[in-house]
Structures are given as C-alpha cells and as structure tokens.
C-alpha cells in the first residue's frame, strides 16, 4: 500500500526541471548623384557616404514607423484587455452558493474577462435587466479566488503559491494536508467555473497550480474524481490530467483499493491511457506471443 495521508497519496520527490529581421526592402539611391539626398548633419559629403546615409536614414524611418505603428497596436490591444474604469458606480452582483452570499464587482472588469458575461450583463436576459448573475452550484471560497482573477489576473491560494519557501515544510503538516484537499475542492470549483465563463487563460493558470500542488503534496483524494467527471465532458482538460496523475502516480494497490471512488468513465479512461501509452513494438509483440500455458488452470497437489 503507498503511503497515504487524510486520502492524498504523496508523489515521490519531484525531479524540478526548472533580430528581429524586418525584411525591408530600401532602394538604394544613385550615389553618382550627390543632390539625390542632401547630406545629414555632422556626416561625411562624398558621393560614397551620402548614399550610404541616405539608405540608413531612410530604413531606420521605415523601421522607427514600423515600430509606432506595432506600438500604436499593441496598446490598443491592451486596451481591449485591461479595464479603464470608464464607469467606475456601474456594479453587478453575483449571488454564490446555496447560502447565497453577495459579490459585487464592477461591470467593466467581469465583461472584459468573459464574453459570457459580457453577453449576459449587455443583453435581454434577466442578468442584463436585473445585474445580477446567480451561481448556486459553485462555493464562495471559489468564488473569492474568481473575484481576485477578475481585477488582478492572478489567484493567491492558501498554499503552495509560486515560490513559497515553506512549501516543503507546509507538505508534512496533518492539518496543512486537510487544508489542502480542501484547496482541491476550490481549485476544481474555480476550473468549472471558468470553464462555464469560456475563460482560458483563467483555466489554464488553475491547471498550473493543481501541478504545482501535486508535485508537493501528492494526487488530490480520490473523493475528488467523481466531481470532476459529473461535470465535464469527455475530453476535458481536467479530466485528461487526473487520469494522467492517477496512471502515473498511484501504485497499483491503492488504484485497487479504491476503485469504489473511481467513475466508470474514468476507469475506462486509465486503461485507454495505459494502451496508449505502449510503444508500438511491445503491443505487436504481446499480442502475437501470448503463450496460452499462462491460462491454464493449474492443477492442485495431491
């Protein structure tokens, strides 16, 4: 049986594995013609460096507009994409969970990280009549983390934050494992819920963190697997990576002890992953040298 505690498995001890050429095209100019370009301050005037002055001058403006122009861009785009507080009094509320608790959030920032939203809070629908979003089938402890992502871009998690020096320490403590299979549960709540808001670099960035955590602290519990397969798809993300932790870091007792808290579905997916995982030469030859004398039954001693 692999070493386990309050229902996480640990992971062995992690091996961390920590010009631009713009292509423009400058005519060059006569340099038999010295009025062709008139000579630049502080420059040579022969026929030679004129021409050769003229060329640079004229492909570094090329460039400098080019760049303006990439620069004028770029800052458009992040304008589309950062919150200008335009209207700073306009608020939306979101009611959270079956206790129904209050978020109020400025408009402008849920509608610029979600187009669902944008969609919902701008629309006919009784988000955009009322303000108000209701999310009963997710927890206020997810929700807080979704409202951070919201202004910041970012989610601080209780443990095991990017470059947390007590990581290690944290890992041993019976009390830090509770809390962090109680993370898992919000982290999952988090991936769902920016999953329902087509938020993908939100999603992506909860992914990193649940690697993080495994690393540290082991596969999440597998009371966990059932959420995560009744509420997504087959395919998902989310399931693709327990079914990945689970092939290659549970041992095969602890898979066997608790098949009771394995979906079908995700059982299923664990075999797919193992066949898949074969190389082709070893499936060509285990399926043409089963010796069938490993089937037969044995014959009891007299």
């Known amino acids: 049986?692999?070493?386990?505690?309050?229902?996480?498995?640990?992971?062995p001890a992690p091996a961390y594995q920590p010009y631009r050429d713009t292509g423009t095209w400058v005519p060059t100019p006569n340099v038999e013609d010295p009025t062709a370009f008139p000579p630049l301050p502080g420059t040579l005037t022969s026929p030679r460096s004129i021409g050769f002055t003229a060329t640079v001058a004229l492909q570094?403006?090329?460039?400098?507009?080019?760049?303006?122009?990439?620069?004028?861009?770029?800052?458009?785009?992040?304008?589309?994409?950062?919150?200008?507080?335009?209207?700073?009094?306009?608020?939306?509320?979101?009611?959270?969970?079956?206790?129904?608790?209050k978020f109020i959030v400025h408009k402008e920032f849920a509608c610029k990280n979600s187009e669902v939203l944008r969609a919902a809070f701008n629309g006919p629908f009784l988000e955009g009549r009322t303000?108000?979003?209701?999310?009963?089938?997710?927890?206020?402890?997810?929700?807080?983390?979704f409202t951070e992502?919201?202004?910041?871009?970012?989610?601080?998690?209780?443990?095991?934050?990017?470059?947390?020096?007590?990581?290690?320490?944290?890992?041993?403590?019976?009390?830090?494992?509770?809390?962090?299979?109680?993370?898992?549960?919000?982290?999952?709540?988090?991936?769902?819920?920016?999953?329902?808001?087509?938020?993908?670099?939100?999603?992506?960035?909860?992914?990193?963190?649940?690697?993080?955590i495994y690393q540290i602290?082991?596969?999440?519990?597998?009371?966990?697997?059932?959420?995560?397969?009744?509420?997504t798809q087959e395919g998902s993300p989310l399931r693709r990576l327990v079914v990945d932790l689970c092939c290659w870091a549970f041992f095969a007792d602890y898979i066997?002890?608790?098949?009771?808290?394995?979906?079908?579905?995700m059982l299923v997916d664990v075999a797919i992953?193992?066949?898949?995982?074969?190389?082709s030469?070893?499936?060509?030859?285990?399926?043409?040298?089963i010796p069938t004398t490993d089937y037969h039954v044995k014959r009891q001693a007299s």
């Open 1 to 11: 049986m692999p070493g386990r505690r309050g229902g996480r498995q640990r992971s």
């Open 60 to 101: 570094d403006t090329v460039e400098d507009t080019a760049a303006k122009f990439s620069n004028l861009a770029l800052t458009k785009i992040e304008k589309m994409k950062t919150p200008q507080f335009s209207n700073p009094s306009d608020m939306v509320t979101f009611i959270v969970g079956l206790k129904k608790e």
């Open 131 to 145: 303000g108000t979003y209701i999310l009963e089938d997710t927890s206020a402890a997810a929700f807080r983390m």
């Open 149 to 212: 992502f919201l202004y910041s871009g970012k989610i601080t998690l209780h443990y095991h934050n990017l470059n947390a020096e007590d990581d290690l320490v944290l890992a041993e403590d019976e009390e830090h494992i509770e809390m962090c299979a109680q993370q898992d549960t919000d982290l999952i709540d988090l991936w769902l819920l920016a999953d329902r808001f087509l938020m993908v670099d939100f999603q992506n960035q909860v992914i990193d963190h649940m690697k993080r």
């Open 217 to 231: 602290c082991g596969v999440m519990s597998s009371c966990q697997f059932r959420k995560i397969y009744d509420n």
């Open 256 to 265: 066997k002890d608790k098949s009771d808290k394995f979906p079908q579905d």
């Open 273 to 279: 992953a193992y066949r898949d995982a074969a190389p």
């Open 281 to 289: 030469n070893v499936i060509t030859s285990k399926r043409s040298e």
